[in-house]
């Protein structure tokens, strides 16, 4: 697309020598609790910022600024009601997992059921992990910044971004990667934010912005029942399962909140990055549909109406994943170009480092650790690094290979839709229900999984078409599994009371909790600031219904 000047060059090559010595210097891996979870000694704002830079990877800022080209501010509907998700998480899971212990979220399903439930959660997580999330950010981010250099083979980009998220996340575990996602964090927002200005100017500012695309559903974000991207129904039914299972379940995110110095520090961690994630509209999303208003790609009379991004990149040539390094191009000055791309390296590394710490965590505590019962803590660290190896390895073999299997990629979230909904049925009975049993839990992630495996039978092998919008099977397969769970649980015996005990909300925690806030300054009160997110997200809703 263009060469980039000396300027910009040195900038990117500044910064990502800047990251690596900065990840190395704050390294910790002393012990497993150092290596694994930092210590278990964060403090909310890196506790917030570290959830942010990993959860924006180089799928999201190509992903959201490309669908903001095709359809307009729709896929905010996943940003918003995720973070509902998070305060519910925080309100209620958070607890029992910092107070427990855990290293990973299978763990928490063994203290609450046993072993089997456990194995399975963390095996089909390491996959994902390895196949899906590590590979699919090294060819995705590999694809952006071809871009840039496109002199450069695709597997040379995939091995430097490896080695540069590898040489600090293998080498220093959590705590390099959480130093580094600090860093990594402001220049995704302090980036993202000038690209944003830039793109808004270029249109001739907000006003001009809105009367442009005030007609039809561009800036709406309750869609009609058939809408491809997200359905109204969809949006209340389907994705908040999604949105819990990728905050509360997903160990790359959760992992990060276990390091938090206390409980009150893990909370206030997830509402910064929740009140965050409120800004995403218009530092990733409305960036892509302004692409739209100034022709990024010089197309003339391209259609005003909704049109399939299949349909756009078949009648008019435009591959909507261009468009946020094509915005960089065409509207940044020499200098910002630098920084913006640094933008980008950081969502490809902290993405990928955050992948590579949770599989080297999962494999050392649920697999291996039950292998080696009396592995020592620095073993422990010395197998984690290996694993992280090897999956490194593994991804950069398999990341070039994805560009054969679009599925992959095109269907991720898709794909997270049919395997999540059991995995979240499992925790919410598991904290909410007392009478819930081992059994009964892996009874009902069977039933899930058996489900899941015939829609993605029929549909990617047998070539079924499937009608329902996938948001929309999410609850069904939810229902089914919860269904199975209850059923088998009342027809066996019920759980250990130790197990129910320490692992299941009662209305005296609340209690407790009230009086212990008693104390606290409103503004430093957990509960009122999650009150005021709450509120911050249905305004963000009501501004744009």
Known sequence: MSNLSYIDLTVLVLYIVFIIWWALKNGKSNNSDDYFLAGRNLTWPMVGLSLFAASVSSSTLMGHSGEGFISGIAVFNYNWISVLIMVFFAMFFLPFYIKSGIFTMPEFLERRFDGKSRTYFSFITIIGNVFLDAAATLYTGALIIKMIFPEVEIIWIIIGMAAVAGSYTIIGGLSSAINADMIQAAVLII?????????????????????????????????????????WLGMWVGIPILGFYFWANNQVMVQRVLSAKSIDHGRKGVLLVGFLYLFTLFIFIIPGLIARGINLFGVENLPHELISGIDLKEKYGINTDQVYPRLIVKLLPVGLIGII?????????STLSATLSSVSTLFTMDFYSKIDKTASSTKKVRVGKITAIVTLIIAVIWAPYIQ???????????????????????FFIGLFWKRANAKGAFSGLMAGLAVAATIMTLKYILGVKIAIHFLLLAPVLLIISLVVSVVVSLATAPPPADKVAENTWTKQIWIDETKELKGIVWYKNFRVQAILLVIACFVMYGLFY
């Open 341 to 349: 791309l640094s933008a980008m390296i950081s969502a490809l590394t």
């Open 191 to 231: 980036g993202s934010s000038i690209l944003s200005f830039y793109a808004i100017s270029s249109i001739g500012g907000w006003e001009s912005f809105v009367d442009k695309f005030n007609d039809g559903v561009w800036l709406k974000l309750t869609r009609p029942l058939d809408d491809p991207t997200v359905p």
């Open 404 to 426: 054969r299997f679009d599925s992959l990629i095109a269907y991720y979230q898709e794909i997270v839709s049919y395997l999540a909904p059991p995995i979240v049925g499992t």
